[in-house]
C-alpha cells in the first residue's frame, strides 16, 4: 500500500487506482514505486511481498537490497529523467539481486503517481534460468573452442590455433621491434617406430615428448603440433642465441628420454629447424630480398633449416639465418 493513499474526497482516483493496483497485483513479476527523491516505496505488489516481505515504511534499497542503508549506486534514477526533468521512457537493465542471489530484467521507467509526484515504477521478471542457460552456452561455447584450438591426442595447441595465435605474436613483434624465433621440429624415423614398436607406442612417444617440451618452454611461448610427427614452437622476445639453446636443450631431452612400450623401453630422436627475426619497430614488415616477413615464411625457414637437419644426419640443430 503506498504511504499517500487516494483520498475518499475523489472517487475517480480511488477506483483508478484500485483498478490499478489489481493488474499490478496479477503480474508475475516484482512490481514496485518509489519516490525518485526520497526512495520511499509507495507501493508494492503481491509478488514482491511474497518474495521480500513487507515494504511498509521503508526505502526500495531497504526492502530489495542485503545490508542496503543507502540509495544503491546502481541506482536508475539518474537515467529515467532528463535535464528539463521529462521522463525518458523505458531503461531495461538486468540485475542479480543481492538479497537471493537470482537475476531480474528490469524495466524502469519515470512516471506520474496519482498523488502528481514523479516516481519511479519498476517491473523486475525473473530471468535466472535464462541466465543460467546462457551462462551454459557461454561455457560450451568456450569448450567449442578451447577443442577446436586442441590436439586431440597430446593435449597442446593444434594447427588451427597456432596459425591464429602465431600472427598476432607476429603483430606483437611489429609493434615492439623485438626479436621472434621459430623452431620447428619432428621426431626421427617415426615411421619405423610405429612399424616395430606399433601406433600406440608412437602415440605414447608423441605425448611423452610433448610434455618433456611444454615443460621447458615459457608460459608466453606458443607450442603446437601441426599434424603428425611435426611439431612448431614460436619463442617471443627472444634473440637467436637463447632460442638455439633451447633447441640444442630440447634435442638432449628427447633423446634421452625413455619411451615405455609394455615391458620395454626404447629412444627416440628429433631433428630440429631454427630461425629468428629482428622486426624493426614501427614498420608494417620486415622483408629479405622482395619477401614480406609473414609467419608463413619465417616458419618456411624454420622448416627449410629442418630439411636441411634431416639431410645431414638427424638428431641436430640447423638454422636459417636472416639479415
Not at 146 to 152: C, G, P, S
Not at 209 to 220: E, G, Q
Amino acid at each position: 500500500m503506498p504511504n499517500t493513499s487516494p483520498t475518499s474526497e475523489n472517487p475517480e482516483e480511488s477506483h483508478s487506482y484500485q483498478a490499478l493496483k489489481t493488474v499490478l497485483n496479477s503480474l508475475d513479476a516484482l512490481v514496485y514505486v518509489a519516490d525518485m527523491d526520497t526512495h520511499e516505496v509507495l507501493f508494492f505488489n503481491d509478488y514482491g511481498k511474497s518474495v521480500w516481505g513487507s515494504s511498509a515504511n521503508k526505502k526500495c534499497y531497504e526492502v530489495l537490497q542485503k545490508g542496503q542503508n543507502s540509495p544503491c549506486e546502481f541506482c536508475s534514477n539518474p537515467k529515467l529523467v532528463d535535464s528539463a526533468g521529462n521522463s525518458t521512457g523505458v531503461y531495461v537493465w538486468e540485475f542479480q539481486n543481492t538479497q537471493n542471489g537470482r537475476w531480474y530484467q528490469c524495466r524502469d521507467q519515470a512516471i506520474r503517481w496519482t498523488d502528481g509526484r514523479l516516481v519511479r515504477m519498476e517491473i523486475a521478471t525473473d530471468i535466472t534460468e535464462r541466465k543460467a542457460i546462457e551462462h551454459e552456452l557461454k561455457l560450451a561455447k568456450a569448450k567449442a573452442e578451447e577443442l577446436a584450438d586442441t590436439d586431440e591426442l597430446t593435449g597442446i595447441h593444434n594447427r588451427r590455433a597456432f596459425f591464429n595465435y602465431g600472427n598476432k605474436l607476429i603483430q606483437q613483434a611489429r609493434r615492439t621491434g623485438q626479436p621472434l624465433a621459430a623452431i620447428m621440429f619432428d621426431i626421427d624415423h617415426f615411421k619405423a617406430v610405429n612399424d616395430q614398436w606399433g601406433h600406440a607406442a608412437g602415440d605414447k612417444a608423441l605425448v611423452t615428448l610433448t610434455k618433456a617440451v611444454a615443460r621447458a618452454i615459457r608460459t608466453p611461448d606458443l607450442f603446437a603440433r601441426l599434424g603428425g610427427e611435426e611439431f612448431a614452437i614460436l619463442l617471443p622476445n627472444t634473440p637467436f642465441e637463447d632460442a638455439h639453446k633451447l633447441a640444442m636443450r630440447l634435442k638432449e631431452n628427447i633423446a634421452d628420454l625413455p619411451i615405455k612400450a609394455g615391458n620395454d623401453q626404447f629412444y627416440c630422436t628429433a631433428s630440429f629447424g631454427l630461425t629468428c627475426a629482428q622486426f624493426p619497430p614501427h614498420t608494417p614488415s620486415f622483408a629479405q630480398g622482395s619477401e614480406s616477413l609473414s609467419l608463413d615464411v619465417l616458419l618456411q625457414r624454420a622448416d627449410e633449416a629442418l630439411l636441411e637437419a634431416k639431410k645431414t644426419g638427424r638428431n641436430k640443430v640447423c638454422e636459417h639465418l636472416t639479415s
